[in-house]
């Protein structure tokens, strides 16, 4: 049986995108914007795109917060993507007034003035350690568009060179968040998301 996925659905950006990827790579993934769906599920991802402020306002409209906190505290693998990824640190420069959720350490700041904002373009990225789902993209060139980010965490797994190091992928325990699109990065961002679906059994002990 495919691990169940949810996909938290709070109104803002194509999340469809990382839905269909998902399923692509044999994962029994949705959209869902309830709670109870989010806390049963065997995993989670909290994509985004836009305005931090406006994301993390969404999300407590929606009164999904809690759940994308319980699901980020629990044993369950967790994926943060673009913005979804900026959400779970504690603020971001872009919207000081908004906290971010916390889960992981650190700020997102603007990219530097030395480089075009946004960031739209591939770039490869370099694992700092190992990682069950990071080690298959070491490496590879993924797919960003951002004109903020995390410049520097103790969560750090993986970064990218623009303007000076910037953090592509951060994590602990069973939270994982990337600062690319790993849905629009082809063969390689394809792979990583395998490899978060294949996870999934050996951390929850569910049978894929």
């Not at 709070?10 to 989010?38: F, M």
């Not at 739209?120 to 993209?137: E, G, Y």
């Not at 797994?157 to 994982?176: E, K």
Request: some cysteine; charged content about 15%.
């Amino acid at each position: 049986m495919a691990p169940t996925v949810a996909v938290i659905d709070y109104g803002i950006g194509n999340l469809r995108s990382a839905e269909k990827a998902l399923q692509r790579v044999g994962a029994d993934a949705s959209l869902t914007s309830s709670p109870d769906e989010i806390a049963t599920a065997d995993a989670v991802v909290l994509p985004g795109v836009g305005n931090f402020g406006r994301c993390m306002q969404a999300l407590h409209e929606a009164d999904l917060a809690d759940a994308a906190l319980a699901a980020a505290a629990s044993s369950r693998p967790f994926l943060g993507i673009c913005v979804g990824m900026q959400m779970l640190f504690e603020a971001s420069e872009e919207s000081p007034d908004q906290p971010g959720l916390g889960v992981l350490p650190g700020q997102v700041r603007l990219l530097p003035d030395t480089v075009k904002r946004p960031q739209m373009q591939w770039n490869p990225v370099k694992s700092l350690t190992a990682h069950p789902v990071v080690d298959s993209i070491d490496g590879e060139w993924m797919y960003f568009v951002h004109s903020y980010a995390v410049l520097d965490t103790a969560a750090a797994i993986a970064t990218c060179d623009y303007g000076g190091p910037v953090v592509a992928v951060a994590g602990r325990d069973n939270v994982l968040a990337t600062q690319f699109h790993p849905e629009k990065s082809g063969r390689p961002g394809l792979g990583l998301l395998r490899a978060f679906v294949e996870h999934i059994p050996a951390v929850t002990g569910s049978q894929a």
